[in-house]
T-cell receptor, first 118, second 109 residues
Framework: GAVVSQHPSWVICKSGTSVKIECRSLDFQATTMFWYRQFPKQSLMLMATSNEGSKATYEQGVEKDKFLINHASLTLSTLTVTSAHPEDSSFYIC??????????????FGEGSRLTVL | GQNIDQPTEMTATEGAIVQINCTYQTSGFNGLFWYQQHAGEAPTFLSYNVLDGLEEKGRFSSFLSRSKGYSYLLLKELQMKDSASYLCAVTDSNYQLIWGAGTKLIIKP
């Protein structure tokens, strides 16, 4: 099946610094990728939809200036958490659809990135 | 509004059968997914239903009734490793995935 790689898996940073998380589709092209955040014991919360070559679409309540998304190619989207604070500590997960396959809507997930802000 | 309902938590015994229900109200329908998620890991795909009926895949089966806005995931011969959260998600008319809150399944020996 299609593989999505997410990096880094774990990151610890100091408050006020910025952290970049990468999401790559390894064997397929993805015009659309999704970024989720998941707090402990809660379900996935869609943060934004990343569109190749255009601006991301953010969900209500998600600060676009804090969570910068760049989808510069068909296989790579990045999420940068700017000026991170302890309340940003969470599990961040990306997912992607295979643009060239029949659109069943199936998502392929990255492994997730656990961010801890000290 | 769009809404997906599934039980918060269920408990079952190893070797038994458990059924996890999911009801949905969405603007349009283009398929329903079940994902399994172990704690601290990303979700993994289990099943996809777009037509009414039962889809069987090994120990897991998924059922869909579009007229009732209802699906269930059936897990047979439960194993301890099946302890996880099970997420129901529906693709709406814009092919956006609407997620349920997930059902935490606890398997007891």
């Amino acid at each position: 099946g299609a593989v999505v790689s997410q990096h880094p898996s774990w990151v610890i940073c100091k408050s006020g610094t910025s952290v970049k998380i990468e999401c790559r589709s390894l064997d397929f092209q993805a015009t659309t990728m999704f970024w989720y955040r998941q707090f402990p014991k809660q379900s996935l919360m869609l943060m934004a939809t990343s569109n190749e070559g255009s601006k991301a679409t953010y969900e209500q309540g998600v600060e676009k200036d804090k969570f910068l998304i760049n989808h510069a190619s068909l296989t790579l989207s990045t999420l940068t958490v700017t000026s991170a604070h302890p309340e940003d500590s969470s599990f961040y997960i990306c997912s992607a659809r295979d643009s060239l396959a029949g659109d069943t809507g199936e998502l392929f997930f990255g492994e997730g990135s656990r961010l801890t802000v000290l | 509004g769009q809404n997906i309902d599934q039980p918060t938590e269920m408990t079952a015994t190893e070797g038994a059968i458990v059924q996890i229900n999911c009801t949905y109200q969405t603007s349009g329908f283009n398929g329903l997914f079940w994902y399994q998620q172990h704690a601290g890991e990303a979700p993994t795909f289990l099943s996809y239903n777009v037509l009414d009926g039962l889809e069987e895949k090994g120990r897991f089966s998924s059922f869909l009734s579009r007229s009732k806005g209802y699906s269930y995931l059936l897990l047979k011969e439960l194993q301890m490793k099946d302890s996880a959260s099970y997420l129901c998600a529906v693709t709406d008319s814009n092919y956006q995935l609407i997620w349920g809150a997930g059902t935490k399944l606890i398997i007891k020996p």
